[in-house]
């Protein structure tokens, strides 16, 4: 069956140092890869899209990367701040799970000290 | 991006009644999606409201359980029927397929549904 993996342990990382997250998907061939970040008691927000034809996306101090051969994504924050500080789900969509369906991994949370 | 509202933001219900969610959306949207939160777990899919027709359902929900409307592109209601403790959850409310951008899946802030 479809699986998303991310690190269920918190990641503590200092002010000012990059934290990269991991995404790993087996069973599954999405048409593009989406995250998205979710403070508690909140509804996830939308940060990065990247389809599976391409390699990289920029956003400002996020970078996101998408490996089809690997079936994994990076998702990068540089200069890290106490406010990146919730937790970042990554979220996969169409190919063999069907096109409109958005499958989401249990998250990573992230922690940022100062 | 689309804004979604949802009300209530959350409610105490007692076991065997009721309880409709209402979801509004500020923009046209194609696609709109239901999906429950267990504390601390991810995202699982209800199912997919559609326009005029009824909802598409995941394994493991049933209309009679999560009876959906959806009378036009902005608005839909989820509705949890003969509650029981084990349906306490946060629900959440989608849309996707704004005018301007068709692969973006948003989110409204959910209901945080606790039933006794």
């Known amino acids: 069956s479809q699986k998303i993996e991310q690190n269920s342990e918190a990641l503590n990382i200092q002010e000012g140092k990059t934290a990269t997250l991991t995404c790993n998907y087996t069973?599954?061939?999405?048409?593009?890869l989406q995250w998205y970040r979710q403070d508690p008691g909140r509804g996830p927000v939308f940060l990065l899209l990247i389809r599976e034809n391409e390699k990289e996306k920029r956003k400002e101090r996020l970078k996101v990367t998408f490996d089809t051969t690997l079936k994994q994504s990076l998702f990068h924050i540089t200069a890290s701040q106490p406010a990146d500080s919730a937790t970042y789900l990554c979220a996969l969509k169409g190919g063999s799970g069907g096109y409109n369906k958005l499958i989401f991994g249990a998250g990573t949370r992230l922690a940022v000290h100062p | 991006s689309a804004v979604i509202s949802q009300k209530p933001s959350r409610d105490i219900c007692q076991r065997g009644t009721s309880l409709t969610i209402q979801c509004q959306v500020d923009?046209?949207?194609?696609?709109m999606f239901w999906y429950r939160q267990q504390p601390g777990q991810s995202l699982t899919l209800i199912a997919t409201?559609?326009?005029?027709?009824?909802?598409?359902?995941e394994s493991g929900f049933v209309i009679d359980k999560f009876p959906i409307s959806r009378p036009n592109l902005t608005f839909s209601t989820l509705t949890v029927s003969n509650m029981s403790p084990e349906d306490s959850s946060i629900y959440l409310c989608s849309g996707q397929g704004e005018i301007a951008s068709t692969d973006t899946q948003y989110f409204g802030p959910g209901t945080r549904l606790t039933v006794l």
């Open positions: 923009s046209q949207v194609t696609m």
């Open positions: 069973n599954y061939s999405p048409a593009y």
């Open positions: 409201a559609n326009q005029g027709s009824e909802a598409t359902y």
